[in-house]
């Protein structure tokens, strides 16, 4: 199993949730690719830490459906399962229109700033086609509102199902059809700004359903 050069990756606080993003943030990246098989050992070895974090981090992505186990015969990164994929971004879409929801009309106008801020950053990254910049960004301008909302049950189901989503992403954001986002971006802070709440709502959900061609386009298994 190819897996990073870098050992000790994992910092020893925190094992548990840190071996759940390393591995997660691996296959979301295609650094471990679909079908790949991972053995606990080179986990181990790579994050520098017991088998203990490593299993129960396995356990989480196999909730979340980014590996499937076989007991006593084998573990490996999940191939792209379309329907899966398709329901994640029906179920993502719908927790950011309720953090929106939730969060106006109280968003600050520091968290304003911060939204503008972090869509300055993904327009530049698109510009630079640096994928990795734009998804950070992006991540970071959505999370906003997400935060402000307060809503602790919004935050766990993003949290299961947006990586998900990011498998496939990548591919929009390293094509011109990411370039829309950041217009729509300005868009949804504008109306957040004037305290709109439906053209808020309706805006976010329009800039998460720019995914829906690309799922349209999947090819099972990738």
């Known amino acids: ?19 759940y993003r390393a591995i997660r943030d691996a ?3 295609g650094t471990l690719a679909p079908g790949e098989r991972l053995n606990d050992n080179d986990l ?11 299993r129960e981090a396995l356990m989480r992505l196999e909730q979340a459906g980014l590996v499937q186990t076989k007991p006593g015969r084998y573990t490996i990164v999940s191939p792209l399962d379309v ?4 329901a994640a971004q029906s179920v993502t879409t719908a927790m950011h229109e309720l953090a929106v929801r939730e969060a106006l009309p109280n968003l600050s106008a520091d968290e ?7 869509n300055a950053r993904f327009a530049e990254a698109l510009r630079r086609n640096d ?21 602790d049950a919004i935050r766990s189901v993003l949290e299961q199902f947006t990586p998900v989503l990011r498998r496939v992403e990548r591919l929009r954001f390293s094509s011109l059809s990411g370039r829309s986002s950041v217009a729509q971006h300005d868009r949804i802070i504008a109306l957040c700004e004037a305290g709109d709440v439906e053209g808020a709502v309706a805006g976010t959900r329009a800039n998460w359903q720019t995914l829906v061609p690309l799922l349209e386009n999947l090819t099972p298994g990738m």
Do not use: C, Q, Y
């Open 44 to 54: 181990v070895k790579w994050l520098g830490v017991s088998r203990t974090p490593v």
């Open 112 to 118: 304003l700033a911060a939204m503008r801020e972090a």
């Open 1 to 19: 199993m190819p897996v990073p050069h870098s050992e000790g990756l994992v910092a020893r606080s925190l094992l548990r949730e840190n071996a």
């Open 83 to 86: 329907r899966a994929v398709r």
């Open 131 to 151: 994928v990795d910049a734009a998804i950070t960004a992006d991540d970071d301008f959505h999370r906003i509102p997400v935060t402000a909302s307060a809503n």
């Open 27 to 29: 296959i979301v990246d």
